[in-house]
């Protein structure tokens, strides 16, 4: 089955305390992304990769780090979390090709305290 | 800067009752458009892509209009299951990287 899948699904964390969301896709997709979504702000692009070692700034991309080191793995990097950053997070992954669609994780909420 | 532009609503409409949502985008260059649907606190999942030519999938039609540049979302018969936020999608040639709107909110009620 395709699919994306992160972990965890749910964190409480304090100010400060490095943490670190995985995103895993199956489908051998080169491009992946990462959003955050707030309400009344909609989905926010934090970073993308377009491939292997490739990744790049979204909109929001402060306070994050990202690596893509394996096609299948872009993990999510907080390196001191603040509270600013509690939100829903999601993964995402698309093949190459005009036309293909997104496939989103199911998300990861954080909590920041 | 790119944008897509969504009525956030919410459209509170009746069972059966038929709705339609828009969506702008500002770059018309844009190459190829979804619709997405999001329940609540759940991922978007994929709706329908647009064509040119329009779209339909049982009482859900989509359709692109290039000159005015916008796309819509029409539901027929509405469903109280049909209650989420729905989410367009644009992409920009030569671009992987999707731009999302707001999403509209519906709430289909009995």
């Known amino acids: 089955e395709a699919q994306v899948t992160q972990n965890p699904r749910y964190l409480i964390t304090v100010t400060g305390k490095k943490l670190t969301v995985t995103c895993s896709q199956n489908m051998n997709h080169e491009y992946m992304s990462w959003y955050r979504q707030d309400p009344g702000l909609g989905l926010r692009q934090i970073y993308y990769s377009m491939n292997v070692e490739v990744t790049d700034k979204g909109d929001v991309p402060e306070g994050y780090k990202v690596s893509r080191k394996e096609k299948r793995n872009f993990p999510l990097i907080l390196e001191s979390p603040s509270p600013n950053q509690t939100s829903l997070y999601f993964c995402?992954?698309?093949?190459?090709?005009?036309?293909?669609?997104?496939?989103f994780g199911e998300g990861s909420w954080l909590t920041v305290v | 800067r790119k944008e897509v532009e969504q009525d956030p609503g919410p459209f509170n409409v009746p069972e059966g009752a038929t709705v339609a949502f828009n969506c702008t985008y500002s770059?018309?260059?844009?190459?190829?458009f979804f619709w997405y649907r999001q329940d609540c606190r759940k991922e978007p999942k994929l709706l329908m892509s647009v064509y040119s030519s329009g779209n339909e999938d049982g009482r859900f039609t989509a359709q692109l209009n290039r000159a005015s540049q916008y796309i819509s979302l029409l539901i027929r018969d509405s469903k109280l299951s049909d209650s989420a936020t729905y989410l367009c999608?644009?992409?920009?040639?030569?671009?992987?990287?999707?731009?999302f709107g707001r999403g509209t909110s519906l709430i289909v009620h009995p």
């Open positions: 999608a644009v992409n920009d040639q030569g671009s992987y990287i999707p731009t």
């Open positions: 995402a992954s698309r093949a190459q090709g005009l036309g293909n669609t997104i496939y």
């Open positions: 770059n018309s260059a844009s190459q190829s």
